[in-house]
């Protein structure tokens, strides 16, 4: 009897690991005596519906290419953000990809992504059960907001913020030589949960306090409290330094933004400005040296600054994913379980997609001090583990050698 074949996808935003966990799957499929041919679709879940697929099995044909797409940033199979339809309005998609499906003797379906790649394996897990299919769907988490709910940490988000950290004590060093009262505020990403921000904490050390403060999305923003804790810290340093989440809000729940926000197609308002609207604030109401940075999509991709603990567990949760479709789970994602801080460990479980599709994982308020403008030695000794080790980067001619992506380029 003939192997089956599987089929893998990556949507949402780009990470440092992600490649990593798609690297994890080619390899458990090589490993696996259920599975022949691993297809990739080109830009998620549209790849189904367009008929784009590249046969891995040829694309990464050997070790060599798969340990550099291990290390290669962001998606090798592009992404998307494309909602599916409830499916009590219109099925006619799910029909298309599960004919698909078929077509290409999929067995197990595999979507690497965050909270909205999630609510896509939702769905095609319950047309799935509702048409009663044997193919697997598992979803294999990515995300930097590492807001994913039943798992410990989320792939991506280690190497992001070891990249926040080494930014923070980078512009720390910047700022600092400067003998003038100043103040630098660094917008991080993070809509509705602040742990990217978070780990800016992390740029501490024996001679660097920065950042001096931290705000983030789980307390209420108030700004007149932040102008009294800029004032105070002028009264005893030259430099303030302040990390904050582009998802600030006040109390009345409105983002504080400089920009007005447009929504994307699941609904999430695309935030730019919020340390823009800080230093004016600042310059409007103390009148000091200021300037604000808004890290954006540099946190997302950089991979000269990976944490070797996170690509090695985005690997082994890619692994994880296809032995978990080999056990014939089904309609659930790949999940960590922290069982130690000393020496740090973890083991890789599964967890129900129903219990994981569009719900969010915030910062416990108790990892936040009182007055919500930094953070408690719990949530440090959480991000700790995750920033360590460092990746051996290729090469060529002065700059970092990656997996070539034309394959992703638009025709002319």
């Not at 290390?71 to 006619?92: E, Q």
């Not at 069982?339 to 460990?345: E, V």
Request: aromatic residues 8%.
């Amino acid at each position: 009897m003939s192997k089956a074949n599987c089929l893998v996808a990556q949507s949402g935003g780009p990470t440092v690991a992600i490649n990593a966990s798609l690297a994890g799957v080619i390899a458990g499929v090589r490993a696996s005596e259920q599975y022949d041919i691993c297809y990739g679709a080109i830009n998620g879940i549209l790849g189904i519906l367009n008929e784009n697929y590249l046969n891995l099995n040829e694309t990464i044909p050997d070790d060599d290419t798969l340990d550099k797409l291990k290390t290669s940033p962001a998606m090798y199979l592009g992404s998307c953000r494309h909602k599916l339809p409830d499916l009590k309005n219109d099925d006619s998609p799910y029909v298309f990809i599960f004919n698909q499906f078929a077509k290409l003797n999929i067995k197990a379906f595999f979507y690497i992504g965050g909270n909205d790649s999630m609510d896509t394996v939702l769905k095609l897990s319950d047309y799935a059960k509702k048409i009663n299919s044997d193919i697997r769907i598992v979803g294999i988490p990515k995300t930097i907001d590492n807001d994913l709910c039943c798992t410990d940490h989320t792939p991506g988000f280690g190497s992001a913020a070891k990249y926040i950290a080494t930014s923070l004590l980078e512009i720390a060093h910047d700022t600092f030589i400067y003998a003038v009262k100043s103040v630098t505020i660094v917008e991080i990403m993070g809509r509705d949960a602040g742990w990217l921000t978070a780990a800016s904490a992390l740029a501490r050390n024996e001679y660097n306090t920065a950042p001096h403060f931290i705000y983030l999305p789980e307390v209420t923003f108030c700004k007149e409290q932040f102008l009294e804790d800029i004032r105070e810290a002028l009264k005893t340093r030259d430099n303030v330094i302040v990390a904050v989440s582009e998802g600030i809000r006040d109390e009345e729940g409105n983002y504080i933004t400089a920009s007005k926000a447009v929504a994307d197609n699941f609904g999430h308002q695309q935030l730019s400005g919020a340390g823009k609207a800080l230093e004016f604030l600042v310059k409007e109401n103390i009148g000091v040296k200021v300037r604000s940075i808004e890290v954006n999509v540099l946190q997302r991709c950089a991979s000269h600054l990976a944490s070797a603990t996170d690509l090695e567990e985005a690997f082994l949760q890619g692994k994880k994913g296809v032995a978990l479709a080999q056990e014939g789970i089904t309609a659930s994602m790949v999940c960590l379980r922290r069982t130690s801080n000393h020496p740090y460990t973890v083991e890789y479980d599964h967890s129900p997609i129903a219990e994981i599709a569009n719900e969010a994982r915030s910062i416990p308020r108790e990892w936040i001090n009182e007055r919500g403008n930094d953070i408690r030695p719990e949530l440090l000794e959480y991000l700790r583990p995750l920033i360590q080790g460092e990746v051996d980067i290729r090469f060529a001619e002065g700059l970092p050698s990656y997996m070539n992506v034309s394959h992703l380029k638009r025709l002319p």
